[in-house]
DNA sequence: GGAGATGTTCAACCAAGTTGACTAACTGGA
DNA sequence: TCCAGTTAGTCAACTTGGTTGAACATCTCC
């Protein structure tokens, strides 16, 4: 128990990155937690990307990898893991044969609820901690930060990027 | 190519929980591939993170361990892994046969010195698109929120928390 | 001195990703 | 009209970075 606990990279402090993976960390556990004592047991982390996308509109492995900067492999797998939980359905494209449409079940909806639920909450907390002003600026500088930069192609121009870089 | 991306959770926005991943994996990702650039051609993720806590003085594998967020065996390989490379050192505690410090070999600071440069780099940037002002705001209020919260022992005055609570 | 706690490691296993090869369906030009 | 090339998705084998469980040496304290 010595320090190196509080030191960071630059003279003002931690760097961000190490502040965003404790943030981030926090938070998902805080959901997942919470998912569990309401009785979402079997939520994998992952999750949470598949209903988002999928909430306006079916979505697709192909788009699902891009957004989450894997392989169409492992998007593929997830969404057979959520399929067999009732989370999300495979339907037919009836214009493009190859397709098949990742849309939320009716439990996949009660799920994203339940997300979005909790998300509230806790960002609610850290209003609480920092102020709710403090809350809504981090969330519009990241946002202005991550929707920002990016090549002029498609993406950048007002759309948050993958979680990972399209490579 | 269809919507979803900007779809957020709450009205205000996406869910604070998925700008920190994003943001998270973009300096993570901007790090490395400098790293790489710069002849740094074997550094790996988790290898910030013990630089760091062994930067000031030396540090221990159950200390790793903890402030990972991961077992005492992930820890210990992945300092095999880091001792493989040059990075760090294991020595021996005069005070306490158990023990066996990780210490950072000269390699292993100008490795660090890297890495907090190329931080440095980074978040300049980010202050060229949102302003510096608002990155160092947004660094105080998450270390303001991070190390506030928590249960009141050893941890959480003052200190940051783990990358994953202690469980 | 002995019981229990602590620091570390070994070995076997597991989860979630990867790469590579493949099928099926769409698209566009000669 | 047909065929080359692209795109959506899947199957199988493998890699990786973790896990659990057991062992062992050392320290602490009554």
Not at 62 to 85: N, R
Not at 87 to 110: C, K
Not at 116 to 123: D, K, R
Not at 145 to 154: A, F
Request: proline share 5%; glycine share 14%.
């Amino acid at each position: 128990m010595t320090g190196g606990v509080t030191g960071g990279a630059t003279a003002g402090g931690p760097p961000l990155a190490r502040l965003f993976a404790i943030a981030y960390r926090q938070l998902i556990d805080g959901l997942h937690e919470r998912l569990r004592e309401l009785g979402w047991t079997d939520v994998r982390e992952a999750f949470g990307f598949v209903l988002l996308a999928a909430r306006d509109q079916p979505t697709s492995i192909t788009e699902l990898a891009a957004l989450m900067g894997v392989t169409k492999q492992a998007a593929s797998k997830l969404v057979d893991v959520m399929a067999g939980c009732g989370y999300v359905s495979r339907g037919a494209d009836p214009h493009d044969g190859r397709q098949r449409p990742v849309a939320l079940t009716g439990r996949g909806r009660d799920l994203l609820a339940a997300v979005e639920q909790i998300y509230a909450e806790l960002e609610g907390r850290w209003a609480e901690v920092i102020g709710a002003g403090q809350v809504d600026g981090m969330r519009r500088d990241l946002l202005r930060m991550l929707s920002s930069d990016r090549l002029g192609d498609g993406i950048g121009a007002g759309r948050l990027p993958p979680v990972r870089p399209p490579s």
